[in-house]
C-alpha cells in the first residue's frame, strides 16, 4: 500500500506537533517517530521528505524489503515489534534503535550481532496479543544487564492500557524508571493517546495513523497504533 504525497504527510505531521504543544509539550524537543507499518516505501520517502529522519517499523521483513527498496536513503530504522532473536541477525545492520529489548536472551543476540546498538527496554503492561515486555519491577536489572554487555540502553519505552486512567497510570510509572535509572528517552504515546503520554513526561512519540490515515491489518498488534 502507498502512502501519501509529501506535501499531505506535512500537512499531518504539523498537526501533530500542535496536539503536541497543545498538551503541553515542546514540538522542539518531543520527538514524532513515523510508523510506516502497512504501508509502502513511498511513505518512508515521504516521511525523509518531510524532514524526518527515524522510521518505525513492526515486522522484519517489511522493515528490511522497504529498507532494500530505499536503497541509499538515510533512513534510521527503529524495530517496535516482538524482538525473535532467530531474526536479529537480519535485523542488525539495519536497525539503528531496538525499541522493544524485553529478555536478556534477546540483549545477548543484539550485542553479538550490533555491538553498542541502541536500545529501549520495553515496559509491559499488558500481555494482550501477545505483547512483549519486560516486568516494571525487572526493567532495572534488565537495564542494568543490557549496559553490561555493551549496549547503549537510551530509555524505556510503553505501549499503555487503552482506559485513558490506566495509560495515565502506566505512563507515570515509565517516568518514574527512567528518571530513576538517569534514562533520557521515554517512548510512550501513540496516535489516539498522546496528548496524555506528553503531559506524563513523554520525549518520543509513535505516530501512525496520524500521519498516514488508516491502515489495513497486517498481523498481530504491535507499538505504533
Known amino acids: 500500500m502507498s502512502g501519501p504525497p509529501a506535501f499531505e504527510l506535512a500537512s499531518a505531521l504539523g498537526a501533530v506537533r500542535r496536539r503536541i504543544e497543545a498538551a503541553g509539550g515542546d514540538p522542539e524537543t518531543v520527538g514524532v517517530l513515523a510508523v510506516t507499518k502497512g504501508f509502502g516505501p513511498d511513505a518512508v520517502q515521504a516521511v525523509l521528505d ?17 529498507r532494500a527498496a530505499l536503497g541509499a536513503a538515510p533512513v534510521a530504522w527503529h524495530f517496535l515489534g ?15 534503535c531496538w525499541q522493544s529489548l524485553s529478555r536478556r536472551a534477546e540483549a545477548e543476540r543484539i550485542a553479538r550481532v550490533a555491538p553498542g546498538a541502541r536500545v529501549l527496554v ?4 499488558s500481555t494482550e496479543g501477545g505483547r512483549p515486555g519486560c516486568e516494571p519491577a525487572e ?3 534488565l537495564v542494568t544487564e543490557a549496559a553490561g554487555l555493551g549496549l547503549r540502553v537510551r530509555g524505556l519505552m510503553a505501549l499503555a492500557p487503552r482506559p485513558p486512567e490506566e495509560a495515565r497510570a502506566a505512563f507515570r510509572v515509565v517516568r518514574g524508571l527512567a528518571d530513576r535509572l538517569s534514562l533520557p528517552v521515554r517512548s510512550m504515546g501513540m496516535t489516539e493517546d498522546l496528548e496524555l503520554a506528553v503531559a506524563e513526561g513523554s520525549t518520543l512519540v509513535r505516530v501512525g495513523r496520524g500521519l498516514f490515515g488508516p491502515r489495513p491489518a497486517v498481523g498481530p498488534g504491535g507499538p505504533g497504533r
Open 122 to 125: 520495553q515496559v509491559a503492561f
Open 139 to 141: 526493567v532495572p536489572g
Open 82 to 96: 516482538a524482538i525473535q532473536t532467530n531474526k536479529i541477525a537480519a535485523l542488525g545492520p539495519a536497525v539503528a
Open 50 to 66: 518531510a524532514g524526518l529522519g527515524e522510521v518505525g517499523e513492526n515486522y522484519a521483513q517489511e522493515l528490511l524489503a522497504k
